[in-house]
Structure formats: C-alpha cells, structure tokens
C-alpha cells in the first residue's frame, strides 16, 4: 500500500505488494523489489535499485550524493541493494563517486541506526553494522563480518569473511577473515570462535585456523615469510586458503597489532 501522503515519482518502479508509509519519499528512476517497506521519513533517492523484502525505517536516506572532493554535482550516482536487509532508522548510504560505479550492499544484512556507508562501498552478505558505524569510501566487507557499534573503518579497508570488531574500533589496515579485534588503533585478539562454532565449524578447523594466526601475530615472521611458513605447518583447508588469498591480495596491510588471545 502507498500512503497518499508519500511521495512517490511516477517514474518510479515499484513491485508487488510494496508499502511505502505516510511522508516517505521516492525519486524517478528508483526500482524498489517485491514485498518491500518504506518506512515514514525516508529517502530513496535517483540511482537506487533494491531488491525483495528489504525495510527501510524512518529518516534513512539511500543514494545520498557522495561526500567525495572528485564528486561533481549532478552526476549519476548509484546503489544497489539485494534482498532481505533491514535498513534502520538514520542511516546514510551514498551513492557512487562516478557514474560508472556503484556502492553494493548485498543480501541479509542488518545496519543499526546512524550507519554512515560512504561512496563505492561493496559489503556482501549476513552482516551487522552496528550503530553509529561508519565505512569509509570504497571499503569491502565481505559475507557475516560484524562492525559492533560504533566502528570507524578508514577508507578503501578490507575487512574479511566471519570477522568481528568490536565496539568503538578505528580501523585502519585490512582486516582478515576469521578474527576479533579490539581497541582503538584496532588490535588482534584471537579467533572469533562463537560465531564460528554457531555456524557450525569443527574444533579441527577452529585449531587450524588459531595456529594460522599464530604463525602471523606471534611468529617473529614477515607476513611475506608468513604466507609462505602457514602452508607448511598447518594442514590446507579453504578457510586457510581464504587467509592465504586475503593477505597476498592486500594493499595496505593488515591490522598487526597483537593482544594475547
């Protein structure tokens, strides 16, 4: 159902049953999926596609102009979003620095109130940004990481799959799978095992996996000698392969500092 007292543009695409509530407001060329709800208040802005069953709450605004100096006004800005995300109340997401580009947020992700997402940020699936979280520019996050409240994530940051940070981190350097940090500037701080164990990994791999960052925090190794000791210690695996892959594709670095698990 539109309420009569939303703005919607007629050049908008809606899908079925699509609730867009009192004072919500809509922009032409926006493509809404299925069974999705537009709460009061919020802003779905030009250059916006959106999948199935996502909500967004109450003075959220997506596909906001990028806070980007290389920004030119007026130009095609972009966000795709997938399916079954829950957007809460206040939370900023921008739109791409280029036309070309896009800031992407995939499926099942839950983003807590005051999330500010910056230009040409990718973040995958199953995530959690919690409140007050801010992504800097063309950072990735990739599926099930968890940004506690509060998170500062500088720009172009990896952040790897099934990490957790936790409240008030400052990151600065690529995160890689599988971690917890802490702190502010962030610190290593084990492996995250709950969230592992929940989801089903075996205490084999959990071994696995701590020894691996054994290897890199307390190792006296380059990360180099590291990537190169880790295939020879610790049995292959595709959770050490997805350590492996992620650090010899890091630009910046990895988070280095170490607290004692």
């Known amino acids: 159902m539109i309420s009569p007292l939303a703005y919607v543009d007629p050049q908008a695409q809606l899908g079925k049953n699509v609730e867009v509530a009192p004072f919500a407001y809509i922009e032409k060329g926006v493509v809404i999926g299925d069974n999705c709800v537009i709460k009061s208040h919020a802003s779905i802005l030009e250059g916006t596609t959106m999948g199935q069953n996502n909500v967004v709450c109450q003075n959220a605004v997506v596909c906001a102009p990028p806070q980007d100096f290389h920004y030119v006004d007026g130009t095609p800005t972009h966000v795709v979003i997938g399916d079954n995300n829950r957007i809460r109340e206040n939370v900023v997401i921008a739109g791409s620095t280029y036309a070309e580009g896009a800031t992407r947020i995939g499926s099942g992700n839950y983003i807590m109130d005051q999330v500010h997402i910056c230009h040409d940020v990718t973040i995958g699936d199953k995530c959690v940004l919690g409140i007050g979280a801010c992504v800097a520019g063309e950072c990735v996050i990739e599926d099930c990481?968890?940004?506690?409240?509060?998170?500062?994530?500088?720009?172009?940051?990896?952040?790897?799959?099934f990490s957790l940070m936790q409240s008030g981190c400052r990151v600065q350097k690529d995160v890689p799978p599988y971690v917890v940090l802490g702190g502010n500037p962030a610190a290593y701080h084990g492996v995250n095992a709950v969230i592992l164990r929940h989801e089903g990994y075996s205490e084999r791999v959990l071994r696995h996996i701590s020894n691996c960052y054994r290897i890199i925090y307390t190792g006296n190794f380059s990360l180099e000698d590291a990537v190169i000791k880790i295939p020879e210690q610790i049995p292959m695996s595709d959770e050490i392969y997805n350590i492996l892959e992620f650090i010899k594709g890091t630009k910046h670095g990895i988070v280095r500092n170490f607290v004692h698990e």
């Not at 990481?145 to 799959?161: E, K, T």
């Open 145 to 161: 990481s968890i940004q506690s409240n509060g998170v500062l994530l500088q720009q172009r940051v990896r952040v790897g799959r």
